[in-house]
């Protein structure tokens, strides 16, 4: 441990604790201190998930496709909801894998402070790596769903489908960036509103299960141009609908694209990430007497 | 060294709201920011209660901590004492970074780790190795540190054998002497120790005051230690600062801070002395003026420690010819009897102002307190029982470093003599 600068003068204060905080205060140096920590949580989260199970890992892989089978069933048999020349299936693949990142960011979050107040409550460090470390996770448990998507695409090209990805593919980063920024901001927002009103735990839960049918996941948005056009701008300002059919427009090659809807989600997550995290920053100070 | 200020404290104040939090938090939120709007201080700053458990509060404010200023010197072990809600955990809670004060700083030059509650963060999935991973990372360790005190780690805490065994399968005993053994190997600049020596069996206790004084002794590194129990207090610490009601009331040497603890409890809790008045005995044949307890060589409500020998002393008066005697009962906290004793020898015929004193041998009581009955009878006829009369707390003597410190069980603990023959 250095214990090199104690010795010195009465002003190298090492940090100071103060009742005010200043708006953004992400201390950068202080988060590479405690990478491990981090690394920690991530393999924390992934782990723990499938400890006594007999499947494990696989539940990650059966989410997602039993989902896929349900609204395929649902929404393309039943429904009748035409999804173009590309398999229905696939179709709703790439629209729920999409999602489940976003969605599992922001519920991940969400829950932030009031699902560690024992930790939060005894011991410091930085506040900010809890959300880091359920977006990292995720990012992981996405990667393991792409493969199962890659996995079914490969077998659909083989099979003579005519689907193939556009150029598009290339914001791919961008898009898991923008569904990461998203989830996270929003999940710190509702993090620090929950610790002192627990209305939004309750808001959450069947909130986000809304959300989903508002952000164009089960079906395409030209569906929703055809058929009720007077609601169209509720998927047209929403940025989750942007994201989703962005998603499948640069894989599948399918559905509405246009360079406003990727600017405006892409600006849209930038500016509720920083708001997250300024919210995040001001509850973390003192939430524990209120949680 | 030890000029050398490493922790500074200053007009550290804490706030908190008494009640539910529902509709009324809201609007007092609107207001809040309402005058932040307008640049004005938060309305809410200027109210507020001192903290006392036992006054009906007339805010929705309370004041846990009230300008509240110290320092620590490099290499201190300081003593926090005070009974419970005197703001001990609210203070160590803002030192440790948990919570933030509503007014004032505190300024520091190392790092601080926290033994609040040892085991926080354990996932009851994970095995005990990954938990001390975990652990530490959570209490400020890298990887590597952790690395390097792994092995040591998991002999400190005694469960090598389960250590590759979920932390659910653990006995409670287990969980802290593993999460203990975690923290005792932190190397934080300032330790921050909150009642660990509260938990686990004689063995692990002796085992962590032992580590504990290496820690304060050997490394000379700087110890803020929160304890309820003044013959660990003791022996620790060097230096002490008593809180009453969110302030300081006192600060000093270990030994003046314990006594001035103690004396603080003796105010309102233990009555080692109590007057009779002179009603109390209208048109009787005899009275008592007085009956009190103390530790023999020392002052009334001096603190009593268990080796010392107690004194109860009656000052009575008796009209010639009336034949009357005492007896006094015991009785530990919970109000059961333990015995009665009354003086065996007649009570004289003297006409003028006498005492009576019952001597107890030291080490006789446990640590604890006690209440005393006292009986009158005259001719086998019990005349007058004062109940509670009076009542005292005896304390742990001072104990060695690395000794016992936890309370045995029974309120009595006498030393009896023990001897060995070959039969």
Redesign the interface.
């Known amino acids: 441990?250095d214990?090199t600068?104690?010795?010195s003068q009465?002003s190298?204060?090492?940090?100071?604790?103060?009742?005010e905080?200043p708006l953004f205060d992400f201390n950068f140096k202080e988060i590479w201190?405690?990478r491990?920590?981090l690394?920690?949580?991530v393999k924390?989260d992934i782990?723990?998930v499938y400890?006594?199970t007999v499947l494990g890992p696989l539940w990650f892989l059966i989410q997602p496709l039993f989902t896929s089978v349900i609204f395929t069933l649902v929404f393309n048999n039943v429904a009748n909801i035409q999804t173009g020349t590309v398999p229905s299936f696939l179709f709703n693949l790439a629209g729920i894998t999409a999602w489940t990142y976003f969605k599992e960011c922001l519920t991940g979050t969400s829950g932030t402070f009031t699902k560690n107040a024992?930790?939060?409550?005894?011991?410091?460090?930085p506040r900010v790596i809890m959300p880091m470390s359920v977006t990292i996770s995720n990012l992981l448990k996405l990667a393991i769903q792409l493969s199962i998507f890659t996995g079914f695409y490969i077998y659909f090209v083989a099979s003579g489908k005519p689907i193939s990805p556009n150029t598009n593919l290339f914001l791919f980063p961008v898009y898991v960036f923008i569904m990461g920024a998203t989830g996270l901001g929003l999940g710190m927002i509702l993090s620090a509103m929950t610790t002192?009103?627990r209305d939004f735990t309750v808001l959450i839960g069947f909130g986000v299960q809304l959300l989903m049918y508002i952000s164009a996941v089960p079906f395409p948005m030209t569906e929703i141009l055809e058929k009720k056009p007077e609601y169209f701008w509720v998927f047209k300002y929403n940025p989750l609908a942007q994201i989703i059919e962005g998603f499948r427009y640069m894989t599948l090659d399918t559905g509405l694209f246009t360079w406003w809807g990727f600017f405006y989600a892409l600006g849209f997550s930038i500016v509720v990430f920083f708001v997250g995290l300024a919210i995040f920053n001001r509850t973390e100070?003192?939430f524990?007497?209120?949680v | 060294m030890k000029d050398?200020?490493?922790l500074t404290a200053q007009n550290i104040s804490k706030q908190?709201?008494l009640g539910v939090?529902g509709t009324g938090?809201?609007s007092h939120?609107l207001n809040r920011w309402w005058a932040s709007v307008r640049g004005k201080d938060d309305p809410y700053l200027k109210v507020g209660a001192e903290n006392d458990r036992s006054k009906k509060a007339e805010t929705d404010y309370v004041w846990a901590l009230r300008d509240i200023n110290f320092d620590v010197h490099?290499g201190d072990v300081l003593g926090i004492i005070g009974k419970n809600g005197a703001g001990k955990s609210t203070l160590l809670?803002?030192?440790?970074?948990?919570?933030?004060?509503?007014?004032?700083?505190?300024?520091?030059?190392?790092?601080?780790a926290?033994l609040?509650?040892v085991g926080?963060?354990f996932?009851p999935?994970?095995t005990g190795r990954?938990n001390i991973?975990?652990n530490g990372?959570?209490?400020?360790?890298?990887?590597a540190e952790i690395k390097v005190k792994e092995e040591e780690i998991i002999d400190f805490s005694g469960c090598a054998m389960y250590i590759d065994t979920?932390v659910k399968r653990y006995s409670s005993g287990m969980r802290v002497r593993l999460a203990f053994a975690v923290a005792a190997h932190l190397?934080?600049?300032i330790l921050v120790v909150d009642e660990v020596l509260a938990v686990g069996d004689a063995e692990f206790q002796k085992k962590a005051i032992g580590k504990m004084k290496d820690i304060s002794g050997n490394d000379g590194r700087t110890v803020l230690f929160v304890s309820h129990n003044m013959a660990a207090v003791k022996s620790l610490c060097t230096r002490g600062i008593v809180l009453e009601n969110g302030k300081i009331a006192f600060e000093g040497g270990t030994d003046e801070c314990v006594d001035y603890y103690l004396k603080m409890g003796n105010e309102k809790g233990a009555e080692y002395q109590r007057f009779f008045k002179e009603s109390e005995f209208e048109g009787k044949d005899f009275r008592i003026y007085s009956i009190g307890v103390k530790a023999k060589g020392k002052k009334f409500g001096d603190p009593i420690l268990r080796d010392d020998h107690l004194e109860i002393m009656v000052n009575y008066y008796k009209s010639n010819n009336y034949d009357f005697n005492i007896s006094l009962r015991f009785k530990d906290e919970q109000g059961n009897f333990l015995f009665v004793v009354s003086p065996d020898f007649i009570i004289t015929d003297t006409d003028i102002k006498n005492i009576i004193v019952l001597n107890v041998p030291n080490y006789f009581f446990n640590q604890g307190s006690f209440f005393v009955d006292l009986q009158i009878t005259s001719k086998k006829k019990l005349i007058n029982r004062f109940e509670d009369i009076i009542n005292f707390t005896v304390i742990q003597e001072h104990v060695k470093l690395g000794g016992w410190m936890g309370k045995t069980v029974g309120p009595l603990k006498p030393r009896f003599s023990w001897e060995q023959y070959e039969s």
Do not use: C
């Open positions: 441990m214990k600068d104690t010795s009465d190298d204060w090492l940090y100071e604790i103060k009742a905080k201190r405690y491990d920590l690394i920690l949580f924390r782990v723990t400890k006594q024992g930790i939060f409550g005894k011991v410091y460090f002192k009103y100070k003192s524990i007497d209120t | 050398n200020i490493i908190y709201r939090v938090t809201l939120d490099d809670k803002i030192l440790s970074r948990v919570t933030s004060p509503t007014t004032g700083s505190i300024k520091t030059k190392g790092r601080i926290s609040l509650e926080t963060g996932h999935e994970l990954e991973y975990l990372a959570i209490l400020g360790m890298t990887k979920p190397e934080p600049d």
